[in-house]
Structure formats: structure tokens, C-alpha cells
């Protein structure tokens, strides 16, 4: 049996291994797409070491084949994306996303927030550096195929300070005290329900907005994203669950978490915590790591929807919460569930 040093050891290089692998079909793959003329959109990211995993450089321009309504929606997964990358990234780095990634049509926002966190579980750590590669490169490869039309990152919202939008998020769901902060980067359980609020939604994001997409290729790597997003959610869901067997107050809280969300974008009941509902003392509940209907099909979100949780608000709104100044980009009003 290979003791548990061994195996960690072999689980870094294994990391290690599909790091370089991915950076080599990354840079083929946009060769590739320069050749053959077949990029969605144009591209026009930089190189820069100075802050965060590096961008990439992509190629030459072929002219623009995406609809306005694909636009659209694209520079929307954007926004969401911005937010998510700046999550992990600090949570690694312990500096925000890349300053060459944030340029872009519209106002570009700073980030308010966001730290180094000083993880405990070298599974989790592993984990965490997995999930932040993963979502700095959707930031590129979006930004690459919107080209000129790529919106600039919007003002981004990840304290945990006493206004910070991960606390009043905690507040709102009641996770913690109208007085308390929640501080998503004090410790490797308070990140994993700060990445599962973001995640969950990324997930539903993806799905709501795959059916409003004109382009089958944008469709076909929506779709892709869509599957990377829904690993991330099951992979913290997971954890979440694993860890509350012993803290039964981590499946408690996610619950909570999937209740807050649930009250923001709507009357139907969708959203859903880690464990099932079947009566039973806290340390035997069954698990509920895929938040899916009777069919074992996740739900879907508007964008509007979206937005909701987003501003933290059940209103018609333009900004708040995580985007203290609004979403950038043509889809940026929450829906009114007020």
C-alpha cells in the first residue's frame, strides 16, 4: 500500500505533469486556430509575470463571425468569469488576476480584497491551484475570442472584510451574525464555501444561457466550459461534504448558502445544499453533491437570475455585491423577484 507521503508526492507531480501538458495544447491549439482561420472572435491579450499565472499571447486576427446576441452573452460569462478567476487566483497567488487580462470595452474596476490563503490540507491546496489555472484560462481563452469586443473586468468585490461581499453574503444567508465577517480566506473550510456560492452559480450561469446561443462552435465550447465549471462545483461540494462529517456545521452552513440563493433569483426551489432530505441525524445525511432534478439534470439560471445573486439583491438592479458597480457589457440588470 503506498503510505500517504507517497501518494502526495506522486499527486504534486501528477499536477505537475498536466500543467505542462495543458500548456502545451493551449499554445498548439491556438496555432492551430491561427492557421486554419477558424477563432471565433479576434484576440488581443499580452504577456505579463508580474501578477498571477501569465496570460497568453494569442494569435493573428481573423475577422469577427459571432452574432451580437453571442457577443452578448460571451462578454456575460466574462463578467462571471473576472469574478471567479480573482477568487482563486488571490486564493493561491495571493495577488488578483493578471493586469494584462482586465483591459476591455467599458470601465475597468479594481479588486477590493482577496488573499493568499495558508492552506492546511495539501489535497485542498492542490486542489485550489487546479481550479485557478482552470478559471484564468477561461478569462483568455473568452478575452481571445471576443477580441476588440471583450469587455473590460467590472469592479470586483472579494473581501471578507466588515463590507465586503462575501460577509454580507454570510449575513444574508445567516451563516453568520449581523455583526460577524466571514472571511472566505481564514482557513481551507471557509474558502470551500466561498468557492462553492461562486461555482454553484457558474454552473447554473453556463446551463440557462447555453439554449440562447446562435453559434453551434460557441455553443460547443460554452458546453466545454460548462463541464470544467460543473467539476469545480462537485469537486468543492464534495470536500464540503467529506469535512462535515466531522463538522457537521460545513453542511449546515452550505444548506444555508443554497437557501440565500434560492430566496435571490426566484420563487421556484431549485438551488440545493450538500445533503439530502431524508430525516437522519446529521453525521449519517446522505449526500446531494449534484444540485439535479428527478432526471439527474441540473437547473439552469437566467442571466438576470444570475445577476441577482451576483448584486446580492432580489431587485431590478444594476450593481452591487460582488460587482459593487455593475456587470460590464449589454446584460447587466438583475431580474425583480422582490
Known sequence: MIDR?????????????????????????????????????????????????PATTPPATPAPTASQNDV??????????????NY??????????????????????????????????????????????????????LRNQLGGAAIAMPQINIDGGANGAFTLAARSAGVIGPNETFDPYASDENWLL?????????????????????SPTIVDQAAGILAVEAYHSGLLRTMLYRKGLNAPVLRVNAGKISDARD??????????????DQGLPPNTAASNIVPAD?????????????????????????AGGFLPNGANGNIRTSANNA
Open 5 to 53: 507521503e507517497t501518494l502526495l508526492e506522486v499527486l504534486e507531480l501528477g499536477e505537475q505533469r498536466r500543467a505542462a501538458r495543458r500548456a502545451f495544447l493551449k499554445t498548439a491549439g491556438v496555432a492551430t486556430m491561427a492557421a486554419g482561420g477558424v477563432s471565433l472572435l479576434a484576440a488581443c491579450d499580452a504577456n505579463d509575470d508580474d501578477q498571477g499565472p
Open 88 to 141: 482563486y487566483v488571490s486564493s493561491v497567488f495571493g495577488t488578483p488576476l493578471n493586469a494584462q487580462l482586465r483591459t476591455g470595452v467599458g470601465t475597468q474596476g479594481d479588486v477590493v480584497g482577496g488573499r493568499a490563503v495558508t492552506f492546511t490540507d495539501p489535497t485542498i491546496a492542490a486542489y485550489a491551484r487546479e481550479i485557478a489555472a482552470d478559471e484564468n484560462q477561461h478569462v483568455v481563452f
Open 194 to 214: 466561498g468557492g462553492m456560492l461562486l461555482s454553484d452559480v457558474g454552473v447554473t450561469a453556463y446551463k440557462g444561457s447555453a439554449r440562447l446561443i446562435n
Open 263 to 276: 430566496a435571490l433569483d426566484g420563487p421556484a426551489d431549485l438551488d440545493q445544499g450538500i445533503t439530502g
Open 72 to 85: 452578448d452573452i460571451l462578454n456575460f460569462a466574462l463578467n462571471l468569469e473576472y469574478l471567479e478567476s
Open 294 to 318: 428527478s432526471n439527474a439534470i441540473v437547473f439552469g439560471r437566467t442571466a438576470a437570475q444570475v445577476l441577482n445573486i451576483a448584486y446580492l439583491n432580489k431587485a431590478a438592479v444594476t
